[in-house]
Antibody, heavy 117, light 107 residues
Framework: QVQLQQSGPGLVKPSQTVSLTCTVSGVSISSGSHHWSWIRQHPGKGLEWIGYIYSKGDTYYNPSLKSRVTISLDTSKNQFSLILDSVTAADTALYFC?????????WGQGSLVTVSS | EIVLTQSPGTLSLSPGERATLSCRASQSVDSKFLAWYQQKPGQAPRLLIYGASNRATGIPDRISGSGSGTDFTLSISRLEPEDFAVYYCEQYGSSPWTFGQGTKVEI
């Protein structure tokens, strides 16, 4: 059974960088044809797909965030990460990791990121 | 990008009733590349349906998906107490993937 456990800071100052990690259990992130995604949900709002990384390292990002986003793999720890640069209040959201690049299943528990000085 | 519009915004029903949720796309969704998720307060979304009509593992058969092109439907034949939640559709046929704004099913 695949499970995803997220970690990362809750509070970030404007213009700084936020880094979130998703630790995967139950499958090797570098094996097979797996994809690993990040999605966010603004408070009280719907969902926004951020991007995904393929098990071989290829990435694809939402064009609206592409200039500020990096998704990477750490195969030694069976983790994948999201880095978002130059954050503003508009990046305050609940961030989720998930398995898949089309339909998403399963999801991590979510990490609330608040951008505030 | 493809905009997904879900209706109604809120559906007020009772246990045992049938729920019909709509997801309309601003342009045709390729090859039925549409999924449905359920989200309860304080939880991550859970996959219900992929490929417009395929149930995910463990999803009961009273939950079904249908549709093609620009019009998709999620149906719950007999609402159970655990079904009261927010439901989102997602299209993954045209980049960037996008989600609808959600339909809340409440008692």
């Amino acid at each position: 059974q695949v499970q995803l456990q997220q970690s990362g800071p809750g509070l970030v100052k404007p213009s700084q960088t936020v880094s979130l990690t998703c630790t995967v259990s139950g499958v090797s992130i570098s094996s097979g044809s797996h994809h690993w995604s990040w999605i966010r949900q603004h408070p009280g709002k719907g969902l926004e797909w951020i991007g995904y990384i393929y098990s071989k390292g290829d990435t694809y990002y939402n064009p609206s965030l592409k200039s500020r986003v990096t998704i990477s793999l750490d195969t030694s720890k069976n983790q994948f990460s999201l880095i978002l640069d130059s954050v503003t209040a508009a990046d305050t959201a609940l961030y989720f990791c998930a398995k898949g690049s089309t339909w998403l299943d399963p999801w991590g528990q979510g990490s609330l990121v608040t951008v505030s000085s | 990008e493809i905009v997904l519009t879900q209706s109604p915004g809120t559906l007020s029903l009772s246990p045992g009733e049938r729920a019909t949720l709509s997801c309309r796309a601003s342009q045709s969704v390729d090859s039925k590349f549409l999924a449905w998720y359920q989200q309860k307060p304080g939880q991550a979304p859970r996959l219900l349906i992929y490929g417009a009509s395929n149930r995910a593992t463990g999803i009961p058969d009273r939950i079904s998906g249908s549709g093609s092109g620009t019009d998709f439907t999620l149906s719950i034949s007999r609402l159970e107490p655990e079904d009261f939640a927010v439901y989102y559709c997602e299209q993954y046929g045209s980049s960037p993937w996008t989600f609808g704004q959600g339909t809340k099913v409440e008692i």
